[in-house]
């Protein structure tokens, strides 16, 4: 079972948009950063060197957002969660969430976001099979030619990868 760190509602402005007004005047962007880890550890000892840094979560989102323009709030997304995922050897999964809550769109709206969900798969913990039997499929895996004890990329929204 992985503990969860949460870092919700970061303020960033950036010029991310496939539109040259998006580009040239910017806008606000808000991300949330939901990281799966084992902290017990950390608080046992109360030592931040043993967890994730939130505030060095915060400064990564920020760098990318705030940094060179992207056409694709996706692209900002992946890569964020890609360089935290680099960054930091202990965690299992990260999940980046970037709002992009002035979008361009003729209608009333309360947000637009995108979400890109990083795991190692190796974290995954599975139950173990007897060698003899071959590795089933479950419904959701039967057309990616993935088995049960392989594990999937990113945990389901509000689960725990290191239970799954």
């Known amino acids: 079972m992985a503990d969860r760190i949460e870092l919700t509602g970061l303020e960033c402005f950036g010029y991310h948009g496939v539109f040259a007004e998006e580009k040239r005047t910017g806008q606000p962007f808000i991300v949330d950063i939901i990281c799966w880890s084992e902290f017990a550890e950390a608080a046992a000892h109360d030592d931040l060197t043993k967890t994730i840094n939130y505030a060095e979560l915060a400064d990564i989102a920020a760098g990318i957002v705030e940094g060179p323009s992207r056409d694709l709030i996706e692209t900002v997304a992946s890569e964020v969660a890609d360089t935290i995922m680099a ?70 929204a509000g689960t725990n990868p290191g239970t799954q």
Do not use: M, N, W, Y
């Open 87 to 156: 960054s930091f050897a202990d965690l299992h999964a990260v999940e980046v969430t970037v709002h992009k809550p002035k979008a361009p769109i003729p209608r009333t709206f309360g947000d637009v976001a995108v979400i890109a969900r990083r795991s190692r798969k190796h974290a995954q913990i599975s139950v173990p099979r007897p060698a003899s039997r071959p590795a089933s499929r479950s419904a959701s895996q039967a057309g990616t030619g993935q088995t049960a004890a392989q594990g999937i990329d990113a945990p389901p």
